[in-house]
């Protein structure tokens, strides 16, 4: 096998393995099987990977620091199968809306385990979530501190929550995906005062239970270093809260944001760097400081669900440009991850069926009429021929959950593999999916 094809492996699945034939296996089962069988384009999750992930989280975190709580952040990836397994592995969940809410409430999500995010949650999502009982609303704003107590005063409950705060750090991650810099439109910023107005404010509503603070930086972050100034400029504000007005700090989020290899040749701290910059942060600080060592709610995403899930697809059209290019053309695109024509991000493939050859350069194009539906440009791959599969790495997070029907092009199924079974965890969308909601 060529050198770097076994590197591009290293970016599947942990159950990844090539047949003798060179066929890629995913949990078991062979991806052009799959690919046969459910149809392409075809997302395909890994459940082993899936809980192994959630397991190093929880065990990287908690050997450091016991009183964490992982919450997976369903906007990366949610689905039924995912919440249950989630569940059984202990995690707790962010939500950012009412829909994701009840994806959790569908499958008995312990509502006590569930933080609901948001810059601009409706009052019916806020009615939702107070009636079911969710753990934590992370406020983000002012005109939402006094609406969600409005609402609890109502239902006559007292509802913990979090203020979400803006510590005015740049994590150097895309201009698109930054949201802890003070011109930002998340959160109370920390620089101009805003944020002692919003403690103050909800230490006197009624029905409110100031908990504890969280942020967001952005996302991916490829340093723990943005992490542990915005920690210390957080916990000095704890203090400083403390003294005006006795307040306590229980619980306290820095959020998630962490960074997932994409492409070979990209470097990002590993779970246990992040835990350890991040646990040793706050235990340091809030010992000097002098404040009772707050829970730790930490918020992955990405780094949950991005390697357990690899995207297949078949290519159709071949075109070269002599000289200049060659366009191989797949089944799927921008519909189904938009990633690459959002923020410029990188992807490997591979070839399912010749998983072991090596290697022409070339441009692997969607089928979506914009120029821009580009899934990755210039990889490496074996010699493709129509109805090759392509597999993609790393397709796990924020691809399906931006799925669209852009060109009226049915989404795609997704299955769940697991020692040598796959399940359909969603079906394929069909044309009368597609017509059901529409009238004439
Ligand atoms: C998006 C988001 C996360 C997760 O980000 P990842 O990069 O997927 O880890 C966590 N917390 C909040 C509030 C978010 O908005």
Known sequence: MRQSNLSK?????????????????????????????????????????????????????????PNTLVIYASKAFLNRALAVILKEEGLGLDVVSGGEISVAHSVDFPNEKIYFHGNNKTADELKLALDWKIGRIVVDNFYELELLNTLAHKKIVKQSILLRLTPGIDPHTHRHTTTGILDSKFGFPLADGQAGTAVAQALSASNLDLKGFHFHLGSPIFDTAPFEIAISLVLNFAREMKTNHDFHLDEFSPGGGFAVKYTVDS????????????????????????????????????????????????????????????????????????????????????????????????????????????LAQDVSLAPVSVGDIIAMPIGGAYSIPMASNYNLVPRPAIIMVKEGKARLIRKRESYQDLLRLDLI
């Open 9 to 65: 492996l290293s970016l599947f699945p942990l159950t990844k393995e090539v047949d003798s034939h060179g066929h890629l296996y995913i949990g078991g089962c062979d991806c052009v099987n799959l690919a046969k069988e459910y149809g392409t384009p075809l997302y395909v999750f890994d459940e082993a990977t899936l809980r192994s992930k959630c397991q190093e989280f929880q065990t990287e975190f908690t050997k450091r620091y």
């Open 267 to 374: 470097q990002t701290p590993s779970i246990a760097d992040y835990a350890e910059a991040i646990t040793a942060k706050v235990t340091s600080l809030a010992s000097e400081l002098e404040l009772t060592h707050p829970k730790l709610i930490v918020e992955p995403g990405r780094a949950i669900v991005a390697q357990a899930g690899v995207a297949l697809y078949t290519v159709g059209s071949i075109k070269e440009i002599p000289g200049v290019r060659k366009y191989v053309c797949v089944d799927g695109g921008i519909g189904d991850n938009i990633r690459p024509a959002l923020y410029e991000a990188k992807y490997e493939a591979i070839v399912a069926n010749k998983a072991s050859d090596g290697s022409n350069t070339v441009t692997i194009a969607g089928r979506y009429c914009e120029s821009s539906d580009i």
